[in-house]
């Protein structure tokens, strides 16, 4: 029975960081799709990095064998369908499965109203899986392959790389439009609006 508590117990302390990271409210995702609120890209990218670099060091360790652990093949047609229909109900609604979990828990109500969508739009394909079973699978990537693997280099070269990935957009992201001025221009940019008169 430990198994499906642990699976509860994480699940609740997601939805708490979710919740934290103010990810209940679609406004939070609909802005990161337009570019305008990174919070979502750090937070997410961040708990990849982060569980990449525990998870091989747990392996390092020896607590833990990469074998024990699911690795799915991909199956490019069946990814595509999959990937544009979550998107295009992320970018409408404004929220994503666990988000909208965390919405409702939250007491809103457009995140029940999306949970109840998913579970529609979930049957609806249940429905017509069995005439599109052939062509999600006809193209098959490469077969249960981690990227380290795929690229035939360290697992810890990869997680430099996104390491790097993910320092270099947050700067970039903080510090855009943050140039500096000086002398006249920045006292004319520090100045209020109000208080530039034009001369007569």
Not at 32 to 55: C, E, Y
Not at 117 to 131: E, Q
Request: charged fraction near 5%; aromatic fraction near 10%.
């Amino acid at each position: 029975m430990m198994i499906p508590w642990s699976g509860l117990i994480l699940g609740l302390l997601f939805g708490l960081i979710l919740e934290g990271a103010g990810f209940g409210d679609p406004g939070c995702l609909t802005a990161q799709l337009r570019f305008t609120n990174w919070a979502v890209f750090k937070v997410m990218f961040t708990a990849i990095v982060v569980s990449g670099i525990l998870l091989y060091a747990s392996r390092a360790l020896g607590l833990i064998h990469l074998s024990d652990i699911f690795v799915p093949s991909v199956y490019f047609w069946g990814t595509l369908l999959g990937g544009v229909g979550v998107g295009i109900g992320m970018a409408v609604g404004g929220y994503c499965p666990g988000t909208s979990a965390v919405a409702m828990a939250s007491g809103r109500l457009d995140g029940l109203v999306f949970l109840l969508g998913i579970g529609g739009g979930t049957l609806a394909f249940n429905g017509v899986y069995p005439a599109i079973k052939s062509w999600v699978y006809a193209q098959t990537g490469p077969n249960a392959l981690t990227v380290p693997q795929l690229l035939h280099v360290s697992p810890w070269v990869v997680l430099v790389a996104l390491t790097a990935i993910l320092v270099a957009i947050s700067w970039l992201v903080d510090h855009r439009g943050k140039r500096p001025t000086t002398g006249a221009m920045s006292a004319l940019v520090s100045a209020p609006v109000n208080s530039i008169q034009p001369e007569h």
